[in-house]
């Protein structure tokens, strides 16, 4: 059979923060992955779908490429380069300035190891005053790796961005449709749910509490009246953590609680009754074990 539409595997892999997460989700027009202002806010390879006339695009986010400092940190590392065998073409995503540092060059002489053709991403073009200067990044980034194409965006202004998609679908081969066109993601819903716990905890708390949070959900079920019961535990480094994550009368646990449940809620399409719980789990990030039990199975990547 001779295939009409176009169809594969596209990574958005770079260093943390320069907006991979962002961007998939305006490319998908759905929120899957969580997104924040802190580094590392990405743990897993989170798959999603993008279909239109032309064909699909099967979307993997991963953690940002980054110097762990833990076993959490070199598992988030290993998914991320892991994808670079598996694609039909790499999306780069970098900041827009001409300094190249050592992060970079790490992710240049990876990509400069395999085939698969490479798009370098030139991300949060909206910061950029004059559009010569964008030409300047280009420059800079022009010899450290052969690059496909190079697409200037801003994820969070939804610039330029069907330039991209067009881009994309130019390296996917013909073949057939791997999911139907109405399916976004096939990440679990108890997965999301616990996601968004997490990045509301991300975003509320301060300093380095957030980078040593897991969630975990321990229950989910469904009423009769179809209300849904969340169960859900969110897991910390350190008994002062925990202090600081329940907060004054329980303050900021209700702040987390809510803004999750809302968007939870959102996801479902039904009323949520969620209730949280905090634990402590001295230094997980460490522990195979535990990493395993909160959804990051070294094994996996
Ligand atoms: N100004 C501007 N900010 C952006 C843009 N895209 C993303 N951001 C911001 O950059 C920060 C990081 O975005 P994420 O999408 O979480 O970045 P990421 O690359 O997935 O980060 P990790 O998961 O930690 O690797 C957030 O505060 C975003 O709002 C953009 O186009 N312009
Ligand atoms: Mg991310």
């Known amino acids: 059979m001779e295939y009409t539409k176009k169809s594969g595997f596209a990574t958005l892999i770079g260093r943390p923060n320069v907006g991979k997460s962002t961007l998939m989700n305006h490319l998908i027009g759905q929120k899957i992955a969580i997104t924040s202002d802190k580094p590392q806010t990405t743990r897993n390879r ?41 694609v039909d073409v790499i999306l780069w995503l970098v900041e827009p300035t001409t300094f190249i540092g ?20 030139i991300n949060k073009i909206d910061t950029v005053k004059t559009q010569e200067e964008i030409l300047t990044f280009i420059a800079a980034y022009k010899d450290i790796c052969p690059f ?61 509490i957030p980078h040593g949070i897991a969630v975990t959900i321990e229950k989910m079920t469904e009423r009769p009246n179809g209300m849904m019961d ?49 634990k402590v789990r001295k230094e997980w990030r460490d522990s195979e074990i535990y990493m395993k039990n909160y959804g990051y199975d070294v094994k996996d990547t």
């Open 46 to 86: 989170i798959q999603t779908v993008y279909t239109d006339e032309r064909g699909q695009i099967i979307f993997l986010d991963t953690p940002g490429i980054h110097k762990a400092k833990n076993k959490l940190g070199e598992y988030m590392v290993s998914v991320a380069e892991h994808t670079l065998k598996e």
């Open 102 to 121: 050592a992060g970079e060059r790490h992710i240049a002489e990876q990509l400069n190891r395999v085939k698969t053709p490479v798009i370098l991403v």
């Open 148 to 208: 496909a194409e190079i697409v200037p965006v801003s994820a969070l202004k939804k610039k330029n961005t069907d330039v991209l998609l067009e881009q994309i679908f130019k390296y996917l081969p013909y073949g057939p449709q791997y999911y139907d066109e109405d399916t976004v993601t096939d990440q679990p819903m108890r997965q999301i749910a616990a996601e968004l716990i997490r990045e509301k905890a991300l975003r509320l708390l301060s300093d380095e």
């Open 230 to 278: 969340i169960e859900a535990s969110i897991v910390c480094e350190r008994d002062s953590h925990k202090g600081i994550i329940i907060g004054k009368g329980g303050a900021m646990l209700k702040k987390i609680g809510s803004a999750a449940r809302r968007e939870i809620e959102d996801l479902v399409d039904t009323k949520v009754n969620l209730q949280l719980w905090v």
